[in-house]
């Protein structure tokens, strides 16, 4: 379990909880509406909703109405508003990935469906709830359907082609396939192929642009976290893993009129040995003006071979823009950012965990014992921002501060989803102990969170988790691509699962630390480390 590979069909799985991209991150531009106003009613932020959509700013149109079902939950226009933007930021998410646009929509007629059939038999096999063929296949339809009215997809596919046309075909869609009834996998590809002559003989659409929306589109009915991934995502999800990239070292957000908002410089990377900061704009690559850009496509300028070079334009608060130079290398990310003594008189020690990769508890390890040898009596583990990793790995930490019982229990659909991990006591570090959580720590930070909480081994302080108590299983599949699906949930000691609600801290920090940086600390600033610090030191807080 955890780390092992197994073969099934012809694709090897990984277990794992939630890959997180370091290098760059993938959202969208600013727009006329705010995405951090309150609407005071679903109406207002319906509207909000479907003007960020008519402007295609999809991700902007999917935090809105993601906050809005925070508080109506139930209405099913916001609902359907959601499902309508993540599709279509998916789309042309898929367009702008060079290894899809060459590799993926070229394919032949077989090919594709060969594809097609890796994603069904996997979806219907190991997904943690049961899928029928006909949802699958609807949802497929459904992506075709929402790509013929895609700019991106129409320039790509259909450049020139009478809308009238595409429209009609639209229609055909949805009165003949929109929710007909597949018995099987194989009837399934016999509609796909249906679909396909329908569209090469209606507007000269190509097979493998058809059944890429299929394929693509038939993850659409599952969570939020199982989807394909292209050859490109592939890599980047290894990259993960293993901790190891090139490129510069920055996590970055697209502002329109702003460029580059760096979210995280990570430590040791070209970016911070130039001496970019957290808070700093990329306002221009290479002499190209990237302020009007979408993430993705500042993205591709930033990517480039080890030993390459790329020029920057920074713009940084209070001072005028001015070049900076970056030399593209493979770029290390440590899973232990800080590890220090940050109270010297009561031997308190610090330790800044950004991700569960490959080699975790090693640094762990080693971190622990270079404090313990500093004079450490006692631990704040900070887990804010870690969106998670191996389960395996998460498995592994808890056990150097559990002593015995429960860590985490897992249960899926299929058989060997369903196990339950206990501790060992030996090699277990006895300290007293606090872990510092926010709203981005996710998965196998909360599985550590909730072990910690759920045994008393420590208090948890800062702010209610993510909520993503799910366990993922990555299937490599045909042509470079792999299939990452939803395979099982998992559940704290106690049997809880605080999926889509978050664990909830001991001791609430109300406001957290604004910039905070990556592989360093900042006391004076960071009210959360200084909580933890006073439950440490005094065994005593009062809750805020």
């Known amino acids: 379990m955890g780390f092992a590979i197994v073969q099934q069909y012809r694709a090897s799985r990984l277990r794992l909880l939630v890959i997180t991209t370091l290098l760059f991150a993938y959202v969208s531009s600013a727009s006329s509406v705010a995405s951090d106003s309150v609407p005071v009613d679903p109406q207002t932020a319906l509207r909000n909703g479907m003007v960020l959509e008519q402007e295609k700013n999809w991700r902007e149109a999917i935090r809105i109405y993601r906050s809005a079902l925070k508080k109506w939950d139930k209405d099913e226009s916001l609902q359907l508003g959601l499902r309508r933007s993540r599709f279509n930021y998916s789309i042309d998410r898929r367009y702008l990935d060079a290894s899809f646009k060459t590799t993926l929509k070229p394919m032949s007629r077989e090919a594709a469906l060969s594809l097609y059939d890796d994603v069904l038999t996997n979806v219907q096999g190991y997904f943690v709830d049961?899928?029928?063929?006909?949802?699958?296949?609807?949802?497929?339809?459904?992506?075709?359907?929402?790509?013929?009215?895609?700019?991106?997809?129409?320039?790509?596919?259909?450049?020139?082609?009478?809308?009238?046309?595409?429209?009609?075909?639209?229609?055909?869609?949805?009165?003949?396939?929109?929710?007909?009834?597949?018995p099987h996998r194989f009837a399934a590809q016999q509609v796909v192929s249906e679909v396909c002559e329908l569209c090469l003989k209606q507007v000269g659409l190509e097979c493998g642009s058809v059944i890429m929306e299929y394929t693509f589109g038939a993850c659409n009915c599952l969570d939020d976290y199982s989807n394909v991934l292209t050859p490109t995502r592939r890599k980047d999800l290894n990259g993960n893993i293993k901790g190891e990239f090139v490129g510069i070292g920055i996590v970055m957000e697209g502002e329109i009129g702003s460029g580059m908002s760096l979210e995280q410089v990570l430590p040791n990377s070209p970016a911070s040995e130039a001496g970019l900061k957290r808070g700093d704009f990329i306002s221009g690559v290479n002499g190209q003006d990237c302020r009007l850009m979408s993430t993705e496509e500042a993205a591709e300028l930033l990517a480039g071979k080890p030993g390459s070079r790329v020029n920057l334009t920074i713009t940084r608060e209070g001072t005028s823009p001015f070049p900076v130079t970056c030399n593209r290398r493979a770029v290390k990310v440590n899973s232990v950012a800080v590890a220090k003594i940050v109270d010297t008189q009561n031997g308190v020690g610090y330790i800044q965990m950004t991700g569960f990769q490959q080699n975790t508890v090693r640094e762990l390890d080693a971190a622990l014992k270079s404090l313990s040898d500093q004079g450490m009596r006692s631990l704040v583990w900070d887990l804010r921002e870690n969106p998670g990793g191996l389960l395996n790995?998460?498995?592994?930490?808890?056990?150097?501060?559990?002593?015995?019982?429960?860590?985490?229990?897992?249960?899926?659909?299929?058989?060997?989803?369903?196990?339950?991990?206990?501790?060992?006591?030996?090699?277990?570090?006895?300290?007293?102990?606090?872990?510092?959580?926010?709203?981005?720590?996710?998965?196998?930070?909360?599985?550590?969170?909730?072990?910690?909480?759920?045994?008393?081994?420590?208090?948890?302080?800062?702010?209610?988790?993510?909520?993503?108590?799910?366990?993922?299983?990555?299937?490599?599949?045909?042509?470079?691509?792999?299939?990452?699906?939803?395979?099982?949930?998992?559940?704290?000691?106690?049997?809880?699962?605080?999926?889509?609600?978050?664990?909830?801290?001991?001791?609430?920090?109300?406001?957290?630390?604004?910039?905070?940086?990556?592989?360093?600390?900042?006391?004076?600033?960071?009210?959360?480390?200084?909580?933890?610090?006073?439950?440490?030191?005094?065994?005593?807080?009062?809750?805020?």
């Not at 082609?161 to 639209?170: D, G, H, T």
């Not at 007293?432 to 420590?458: K, N």
């Not at 208090?459 to 699906?485: C, E, H, N, P």
Request: neutral net charge; hydrophobic residues 40%; without cysteine.
């Open 130 to 182: 049961p899928i029928s063929v006909s949802t699958i296949v609807a949802h497929g339809t459904e992506s075709l359907w929402l790509a013929l009215g895609n700019d991106k997809f129409i320039d790509e596919n259909l450049f020139g082609a009478s809308p009238e046309k595409i429209e009609q075909l639209r229609r055909t869609l949805y009165e003949q396939y929109w929710n007909k009834s597949v």
């Open 393 to 544: 790995v998460a498995i592994e930490v808890v056990d150097r501060f559990v002593a015995e019982g429960v860590i985490v229990s897992t249960r899926g659909r299929a058989t060997d989803q369903s196990a339950t991990f206990r501790a060992h006591q030996p090699g277990t570090w006895d300290v007293p102990l606090t872990v510092l959580i926010d709203g981005s720590s996710a998965s196998a930070s909360e599985i550590v969170a909730g072990a910690i909480q759920d045994h008393q081994r420590g208090k948890i302080v800062g702010r209610t988790s993510f909520g993503k108590w799910s366990v993922q299983t990555i299937f490599d599949a045909r042509f470079g691509t792999s299939i990452r699906l939803t395979t099982a949930k998992f559940y704290s000691p106690n049997g809880d699962s605080w999926g889509k609600v978050g664990l909830k801290p001991d001791i609430i920090v109300e406001n957290g630390p604004k910039n905070r940086p990556l592989g360093d600390v900042d006391l004076p600033n960071d009210p959360d480390l200084q909580a933890a610090l006073q439950v440490l030191t005094t065994q005593e807080f009062t809750k805020r």
